[in-house]
Protein backbone atom coordinates (compact mmCIF):
# COMPACT_ATOMS: atom_id res chain seq x y z
CA UNK A 1 0.00 0.00 0.00
CA UNK A 2 2.67 2.17 0.79
CA UNK A 3 4.33 1.69 -2.49
CA UNK A 4 0.89 2.51 -4.34
CA UNK A 5 0.97 6.38 -2.21
CA UNK A 6 4.53 6.89 -3.22
CA UNK A 7 3.94 5.95 -6.79
CA UNK A 8 0.72 7.63 -7.15
CA UNK A 9 2.81 11.02 -5.74
CA UNK A 10 5.88 10.69 -7.96
CA UNK A 11 3.43 10.22 -10.66
CA UNK A 12 1.40 13.15 -10.17
CA UNK A 13 4.35 15.12 -9.40
CA UNK A 14 5.73 14.37 -13.06
CA UNK A 15 2.08 15.18 -14.93
CA UNK A 16 1.82 18.42 -12.69
CA UNK A 17 5.64 19.24 -13.70
CA UNK A 18 4.93 17.98 -16.99
CA UNK A 19 1.62 20.19 -17.81
CA UNK A 20 2.33 23.61 -19.69
CA UNK A 21 -0.95 25.31 -20.35
CA UNK A 22 -3.33 24.14 -18.23
CA UNK A 23 -6.39 22.36 -18.70
CA UNK A 24 -6.57 20.25 -21.25
CA UNK A 25 -3.07 20.21 -22.05
CA UNK A 26 -2.94 17.53 -19.21
CA UNK A 27 -5.37 15.19 -20.77
CA UNK A 28 -2.83 13.15 -22.66
CA UNK A 29 0.00 12.94 -20.04
CA UNK A 30 -2.65 12.15 -17.64
CA UNK A 31 -4.38 9.20 -19.67
CA UNK A 32 -0.61 7.59 -20.66
CA UNK A 33 0.50 7.69 -17.08
CA UNK A 34 -3.25 6.15 -15.74
CA UNK A 35 -3.60 3.72 -17.94
CA UNK A 36 -0.31 2.34 -18.46
CA UNK A 37 -0.04 1.86 -14.23
CA UNK A 38 -3.31 -0.19 -15.46
CA UNK A 39 -5.01 2.22 -12.45
CA UNK A 40 -8.15 2.81 -14.91
CA UNK A 41 -9.18 2.13 -18.28
CA UNK A 42 -9.08 4.36 -21.33
CA UNK A 43 -12.63 4.37 -21.16
CA UNK A 44 -13.13 5.32 -17.70
CA UNK A 45 -10.24 8.51 -17.99
CA UNK A 46 -12.98 9.40 -20.36
CA UNK A 47 -15.61 9.57 -18.20
CA UNK A 48 -13.28 11.07 -16.06
CA UNK A 49 -12.29 13.97 -17.94
CA UNK A 50 -16.51 14.27 -18.40
CA UNK A 51 -16.88 14.19 -14.40
CA UNK A 52 -13.99 17.19 -14.18
CA UNK A 53 -16.02 19.11 -16.30
CA UNK A 54 -18.72 18.95 -14.87
CA UNK A 55 -17.96 20.03 -11.21
CA UNK A 56 -16.19 22.61 -10.18
CA UNK A 57 -12.52 23.15 -9.85
CA UNK A 58 -8.86 22.88 -12.00
CA UNK A 59 -9.23 19.91 -14.27
CA UNK A 60 -5.78 18.75 -13.12
CA UNK A 61 -6.71 18.45 -9.18
CA UNK A 62 -10.07 17.09 -10.25
CA UNK A 63 -8.02 13.66 -12.03
CA UNK A 64 -5.52 13.09 -9.50
CA UNK A 65 -8.34 13.01 -6.48
CA UNK A 66 -10.59 10.73 -8.87
CA UNK A 67 -7.47 8.38 -9.95
CA UNK A 68 -6.03 8.14 -6.50
CA UNK A 69 -9.63 7.68 -4.57
CA UNK A 70 -9.93 4.56 -7.65
CA UNK A 71 -6.65 2.98 -6.84
CA UNK A 72 -6.00 3.89 -2.76
CA UNK A 73 -9.25 5.46 -1.23
CA UNK A 74 -8.93 8.75 0.18
CA UNK A 75 -5.44 8.58 1.20
CA UNK A 76 -4.46 7.42 -2.24
CA UNK A 77 -6.28 10.70 -3.35
CA UNK A 78 -4.14 12.80 -0.63
CA UNK A 79 -1.10 11.52 -1.66
CA UNK A 80 -2.03 11.87 -5.80
CA UNK A 81 -3.48 15.83 -5.10
CA UNK A 82 0.17 16.55 -3.19
CA UNK A 83 2.17 15.20 -5.83
CA UNK A 84 0.40 17.63 -8.56
CA UNK A 85 0.56 20.82 -6.82
CA UNK A 86 4.00 20.32 -5.59
CA UNK A 87 5.86 20.77 -8.94
CA UNK A 88 3.72 24.58 -8.96
CA UNK A 89 4.61 25.18 -5.21
CA UNK A 90 8.57 25.07 -5.96
CA UNK A 91 8.48 26.72 -9.00
CA UNK A 92 6.14 29.57 -8.16
CA UNK A 93 7.10 30.44 -4.56
CA UNK A 94 11.28 30.77 -6.38
CA UNK A 95 9.86 32.87 -8.85
CA UNK A 96 7.64 35.17 -6.76
CA UNK A 97 10.73 35.37 -4.04
CA UNK A 98 13.44 35.68 -6.62
CA UNK A 99 12.45 37.35 -9.96
CA UNK A 100 9.08 37.49 -11.33
CA UNK A 101 11.02 38.66 -14.68
CA UNK A 102 12.65 35.16 -14.79
CA UNK A 103 9.72 34.08 -17.54
CA UNK A 104 11.12 37.06 -19.44
CA UNK A 105 14.64 35.46 -20.24
CA UNK A 106 14.80 34.84 -23.97
CA UNK A 107 16.17 31.28 -22.93
CA UNK A 108 12.79 30.62 -21.59
CA UNK A 109 10.75 31.95 -23.92
CA UNK A 110 12.69 29.73 -27.13
CA UNK A 111 11.95 26.70 -25.33
CA UNK A 112 7.92 28.11 -24.98
CA UNK A 113 8.66 28.65 -28.81
CA UNK A 114 8.97 24.52 -29.35
CA UNK A 115 6.63 23.94 -26.59
CA UNK A 116 3.60 25.63 -27.41
CA UNK A 117 2.92 23.71 -30.44
CA UNK A 118 4.10 20.53 -28.82
CA UNK A 119 1.04 20.90 -26.55
CA UNK A 120 -0.92 21.81 -29.17
CA UNK A 121 -0.13 17.80 -30.97
CA UNK A 122 -0.56 16.15 -27.61
CA UNK A 123 -4.40 17.57 -27.58
CA UNK A 124 -5.26 16.73 -30.71
CA UNK A 125 -3.29 12.92 -30.17
CA UNK A 126 -5.80 12.50 -27.33
CA UNK A 127 -8.70 14.10 -28.72
CA UNK A 128 -7.99 11.85 -32.08
CA UNK A 129 -7.89 8.52 -29.54
CA UNK A 130 -10.86 9.51 -27.73
CA UNK A 131 -12.72 9.81 -31.02
CA UNK A 132 -11.27 6.44 -31.65
CA UNK A 133 -13.44 4.69 -28.55
CA UNK A 134 -16.17 6.61 -28.95
CA UNK A 135 -16.87 6.59 -32.75
CA UNK A 136 -15.73 2.73 -33.17
CA UNK A 137 -16.67 -0.60 -30.75
CA UNK A 138 -13.44 -1.72 -30.65
CA UNK A 139 -11.52 -2.12 -27.08
CA UNK A 140 -8.51 0.28 -27.10
CA UNK A 141 -5.56 -0.56 -24.77
CA UNK A 142 -3.29 1.80 -23.57
CA UNK A 143 -5.21 4.25 -25.81
CA UNK A 144 -2.71 2.57 -28.94
CA UNK A 145 -5.74 2.09 -31.66
CA UNK A 146 -6.26 -0.95 -33.53
CA UNK A 147 -6.46 0.62 -36.60
CA UNK A 148 -6.12 -3.59 -38.51
CA UNK A 149 -9.14 -4.36 -37.11
CA UNK A 150 -11.24 -1.53 -37.47
CA UNK A 151 -10.48 -1.51 -40.72
CA UNK A 152 -11.09 -4.76 -41.20
CA UNK A 153 -14.72 -5.06 -39.69
CA UNK A 154 -14.90 -1.08 -40.58
CA UNK A 155 -19.06 -1.99 -41.24
CA UNK A 156 -19.59 -3.90 -37.69
CA UNK A 157 -17.48 -1.44 -35.36
CA UNK A 158 -18.39 1.81 -36.84
CA UNK A 159 -20.49 3.67 -33.95
CA UNK A 160 -22.92 6.23 -36.45
CA UNK A 161 -25.03 8.00 -32.68
CA UNK A 162 -21.62 8.83 -31.30
CA UNK A 163 -20.41 10.62 -34.91
CA UNK A 164 -24.14 11.63 -34.76
CA UNK A 165 -23.92 12.96 -30.87
CA UNK A 166 -20.12 14.72 -32.02
CA UNK A 167 -21.65 16.25 -34.84
CA UNK A 168 -24.59 18.10 -32.60
CA UNK A 169 -22.08 18.93 -29.91
CA UNK A 170 -19.10 20.46 -32.01
CA UNK A 171 -21.27 22.48 -33.83
CA UNK A 172 -23.24 24.05 -30.43
CA UNK A 173 -19.53 24.30 -29.12
CA UNK A 174 -18.07 26.19 -32.15
CA UNK A 175 -21.05 27.90 -34.10
CA UNK A 176 -23.70 28.81 -31.03
CA UNK A 177 -20.81 28.83 -27.61
CA UNK A 178 -22.45 26.80 -26.06
CA UNK A 179 -21.18 26.28 -22.05
CA UNK A 180 -19.16 23.04 -21.64
CA UNK A 181 -21.38 21.99 -18.98
CA UNK A 182 -24.27 22.15 -21.12
CA UNK A 183 -22.64 20.60 -23.72
CA UNK A 184 -22.05 17.74 -21.58
CA UNK A 185 -25.62 17.72 -20.69
CA UNK A 186 -26.83 17.84 -23.88
CA UNK A 187 -24.44 14.52 -25.02
CA UNK A 188 -26.17 12.80 -22.34
CA UNK A 189 -29.11 13.22 -22.93
CA UNK A 190 -28.47 12.52 -26.14
CA UNK A 191 -26.86 9.27 -25.24
CA UNK A 192 -29.95 8.67 -23.25
CA UNK A 193 -32.30 9.09 -25.90
CA UNK A 194 -29.93 7.19 -28.80
CA UNK A 195 -28.46 4.28 -26.85
CA UNK A 196 -31.68 3.49 -25.01
CA UNK A 197 -33.87 2.80 -28.19
CA UNK B 1 3.58 43.57 8.44
CA UNK B 2 2.05 42.88 11.76
CA UNK B 3 1.90 39.49 12.72
CA UNK B 4 -2.08 40.14 13.69
CA UNK B 5 -2.37 41.58 10.15
CA UNK B 6 -0.68 38.56 8.74
CA UNK B 7 -2.43 36.33 10.45
CA UNK B 8 -6.23 37.74 8.76
CA UNK B 9 -4.65 38.07 5.44
CA UNK B 10 -4.28 34.30 5.72
CA UNK B 11 -7.43 33.30 6.78
CA UNK B 12 -8.94 35.69 4.37
CA UNK B 13 -6.57 34.42 1.26
CA UNK B 14 -7.82 30.54 2.66
CA UNK B 15 -11.36 31.90 2.36
CA UNK B 16 -10.92 34.01 -0.46
CA UNK B 17 -9.55 30.81 -2.38
CA UNK B 18 -11.68 28.34 -1.36
CA UNK B 19 -14.83 30.13 -2.80
CA UNK B 20 -13.22 30.29 -6.28
CA UNK B 21 -12.04 26.67 -6.15
CA UNK B 22 -16.05 25.56 -5.25
CA UNK B 23 -17.53 27.87 -7.86
CA UNK B 24 -15.61 28.28 -10.92
CA UNK B 25 -16.41 25.20 -13.43
CA UNK B 26 -14.40 25.10 -16.22
CA UNK B 27 -10.31 25.13 -14.55
CA UNK B 28 -7.87 27.73 -14.65
CA UNK B 29 -8.60 30.21 -17.29
CA UNK B 30 -12.38 30.76 -16.14
CA UNK B 31 -10.41 31.76 -12.48
CA UNK B 32 -9.16 34.32 -13.60
CA UNK B 33 -11.51 36.92 -13.80
CA UNK B 34 -12.77 35.52 -9.71
CA UNK B 35 -9.19 36.07 -8.59
CA UNK B 36 -9.23 39.58 -9.97
CA UNK B 37 -11.96 40.54 -8.35
CA UNK B 38 -11.60 39.38 -5.52
CA UNK B 39 -7.78 40.44 -4.76
CA UNK B 40 -7.67 43.27 -6.86
CA UNK B 41 -11.02 45.10 -6.46
CA UNK B 42 -12.82 43.79 -3.57
CA UNK B 43 -9.60 43.66 -1.00
CA UNK B 44 -6.93 46.07 -2.78
CA UNK B 45 -3.90 43.16 -2.20
CA UNK B 46 -2.55 43.93 -5.50
CA UNK B 47 -2.38 46.28 -8.02
CA UNK B 48 -4.25 45.51 -11.05
CA UNK B 49 -0.88 46.55 -13.63
CA UNK B 50 0.73 43.83 -11.05
CA UNK B 51 -2.38 40.26 -11.56
CA UNK B 52 -1.88 41.03 -15.27
CA UNK B 53 1.80 39.87 -14.93
CA UNK B 54 0.80 37.72 -12.63
CA UNK B 55 -1.06 35.98 -14.84
CA UNK B 56 1.48 35.60 -17.82
CA UNK B 57 3.13 34.14 -15.53
CA UNK B 58 1.23 31.37 -14.40
CA UNK B 59 0.45 31.14 -17.62
CA UNK B 60 3.50 30.33 -18.58
CA UNK B 61 5.08 28.01 -15.85
CA UNK B 62 4.53 24.33 -15.86
CA UNK B 63 1.52 23.35 -13.19
CA UNK B 64 -2.07 23.82 -12.98
CA UNK B 65 -2.96 27.44 -14.04
CA UNK B 66 -5.81 28.09 -10.78
CA UNK B 67 -3.21 26.32 -8.23
CA UNK B 68 -0.46 28.80 -9.53
CA UNK B 69 -2.20 31.80 -9.34
CA UNK B 70 -2.89 30.76 -5.86
CA UNK B 71 0.52 30.42 -4.69
CA UNK B 72 1.75 33.74 -6.38
CA UNK B 73 -0.99 35.62 -4.95
CA UNK B 74 -1.05 34.20 -2.06
CA UNK B 75 2.71 34.78 -1.34
CA UNK B 76 2.85 38.68 -2.58
CA UNK B 77 -0.28 38.93 -0.15
CA UNK B 78 1.06 37.21 3.06
CA UNK B 79 4.26 35.45 2.27
CA UNK B 80 5.05 31.27 2.40
CA UNK B 81 2.11 31.03 4.73
CA UNK B 82 -0.33 32.68 2.51
CA UNK B 83 1.02 31.00 -0.53
CA UNK B 84 0.30 27.61 1.65
CA UNK B 85 -3.03 28.75 2.99
CA UNK B 86 -4.25 29.59 -0.94
CA UNK B 87 -3.49 26.58 -2.64
CA UNK B 88 -5.23 24.44 0.28
CA UNK B 89 -8.43 26.99 0.12
CA UNK B 90 -8.27 26.09 -4.32
CA UNK B 91 -7.96 22.43 -4.23
CA UNK B 92 -10.03 21.65 -1.37
CA UNK B 93 -13.74 21.92 -2.79
CA UNK B 94 -12.40 19.67 -5.67
CA UNK B 95 -10.83 17.08 -3.62
CA UNK B 96 -13.92 16.70 -1.67
CA UNK B 97 -16.29 16.72 -4.82
CA UNK B 98 -14.18 14.06 -6.41
CA UNK B 99 -14.13 11.81 -3.57
CA UNK B 100 -17.29 11.59 -2.64
CA UNK B 101 -18.25 10.96 -6.85
CA UNK B 102 -15.45 8.47 -7.42
CA UNK B 103 -16.30 6.32 -4.04
CA UNK B 104 -20.19 5.33 -5.89
CA UNK B 105 -19.04 6.38 -9.47
CA UNK B 106 -18.72 2.49 -10.18
CA UNK B 107 -22.06 1.78 -8.75
CA UNK B 108 -23.76 4.43 -10.10
CA UNK B 109 -22.69 3.30 -14.16
CA UNK B 110 -23.90 0.33 -13.39
CA UNK B 111 -27.22 1.76 -14.09
CA UNK B 112 -28.02 1.20 -17.52
CA UNK B 113 -29.54 4.83 -18.04
CA UNK B 114 -26.50 6.13 -16.89
CA UNK B 115 -23.57 4.04 -18.86
CA UNK B 116 -26.21 5.05 -22.32
CA UNK B 117 -25.34 8.83 -20.91
CA UNK B 118 -22.02 8.36 -20.39
CA UNK B 119 -21.36 6.46 -24.31
CA UNK B 120 -23.30 9.79 -25.73
CA UNK B 121 -20.81 12.09 -23.16
CA UNK B 122 -17.95 10.65 -24.62
CA UNK B 123 -18.69 11.94 -27.95
CA UNK B 124 -19.78 15.52 -26.43
CA UNK B 125 -16.14 15.07 -24.16
CA UNK B 126 -14.35 14.26 -28.01
CA UNK B 127 -16.10 17.78 -29.12
CA UNK B 128 -15.09 19.70 -26.48
CA UNK B 129 -11.55 18.81 -26.85
CA UNK B 130 -11.50 19.50 -30.74
CA UNK B 131 -12.95 22.78 -29.82
CA UNK B 132 -10.58 24.12 -27.06
CA UNK B 133 -7.94 22.68 -29.34
CA UNK B 134 -9.05 25.09 -32.16
CA UNK B 135 -9.12 28.00 -29.74
CA UNK B 136 -5.73 27.23 -28.02
CA UNK B 137 -4.49 26.64 -31.88
CA UNK B 138 -4.16 30.50 -32.61
CA UNK B 139 -2.06 31.63 -29.74
CA UNK B 140 0.32 27.92 -30.03
CA UNK B 141 1.21 27.76 -33.95
CA UNK B 142 2.80 31.18 -35.09
CA UNK B 143 4.62 29.97 -37.85
CA UNK B 144 5.42 26.97 -40.05
CA UNK B 145 7.96 25.44 -37.43
CA UNK B 146 4.98 25.32 -34.91
CA UNK B 147 2.80 23.40 -37.35
CA UNK B 148 5.64 20.80 -38.23
CA UNK B 149 6.18 20.21 -34.57
CA UNK B 150 2.52 19.95 -34.06
CA UNK B 151 2.50 17.40 -36.52
CA UNK B 152 5.71 15.20 -35.35
CA UNK B 153 3.89 15.10 -31.56
CA UNK B 154 0.48 14.42 -32.67
CA UNK B 155 2.01 11.24 -35.02
CA UNK B 156 4.31 10.33 -32.24
CA UNK B 157 1.94 10.17 -29.69
CA UNK B 158 -0.63 8.18 -32.60
CA UNK B 159 1.52 5.61 -33.63
CA UNK B 160 4.17 5.07 -30.36
CA UNK B 161 4.41 4.57 -26.91
CA UNK B 162 6.68 6.91 -26.26
CA UNK B 163 5.91 8.81 -23.45
CA UNK B 164 4.34 12.74 -23.17
CA UNK B 165 7.58 13.74 -20.42
CA UNK B 166 10.21 13.01 -23.73
CA UNK B 167 8.27 14.25 -26.22
CA UNK B 168 8.13 17.74 -24.20
CA UNK B 169 11.23 17.41 -23.04
CA UNK B 170 12.72 17.15 -26.91
CA UNK B 171 10.09 19.87 -27.92
CA UNK B 172 11.41 22.27 -25.32
CA UNK B 173 15.20 21.75 -26.53
CA UNK B 174 13.96 21.75 -30.23
CA UNK B 175 12.72 25.44 -29.48
CA UNK B 176 16.36 26.67 -27.89
CA UNK B 177 17.82 25.17 -31.20
CA UNK B 178 15.65 26.81 -33.74
CA UNK B 179 15.51 30.15 -31.99
CA UNK B 180 19.50 29.91 -31.41
CA UNK B 181 19.68 29.13 -35.12
CA UNK B 182 17.53 31.55 -36.27
CA UNK B 183 19.45 34.63 -34.26
CA UNK B 184 22.73 33.43 -35.75
CA UNK B 185 21.82 33.60 -39.13
CA UNK B 186 19.37 36.41 -38.49
CA UNK B 187 16.44 35.01 -40.04
Redesign the interface.
Known amino acids: MLKLFFELLITFFKIGLFTIGGGYAMIPLIQQEIVDHGWMSFKETVDMIAISEMTPGPFAINSATFAGVKTGGITGAVFATAGVVLPSFIIVVLIAKYSARFMEKPVMQSALYGLRPAVIGLIGAAAFSIAMTSFFNVPVNNGTIPFAGIIRDIGSVIDFKAIFIFIVAIVASIKYKVHPILLIVLSGVLGIILYGI | MEAKDRRTRVTKLFLVFLRI ?9 A ?1 IPFIKREIVDNNHWIEEEDIV ?2 F ?13 SA ?2 VG ?2 VAG ?1 LG ?1 VAS ?1 IG ?2 L ?3 I ?3 V ?3 F ?1 STF ?1 SIP ?1 VA ?19 N ?2 K ?3 KDV ?3 I ?6 LI ?2 VT ?1 I ?3 Y ?2 LA ?6 I ?3 VRKKKGW
Open positions: GAFTFGGGLMDIAIVQSVPGVIAVNIFYRFSAVVPSFILSIALFKVNAFEGISAGVTALIVSALLLRASIYGWIAACVFMTDSAVILSAILGLISY
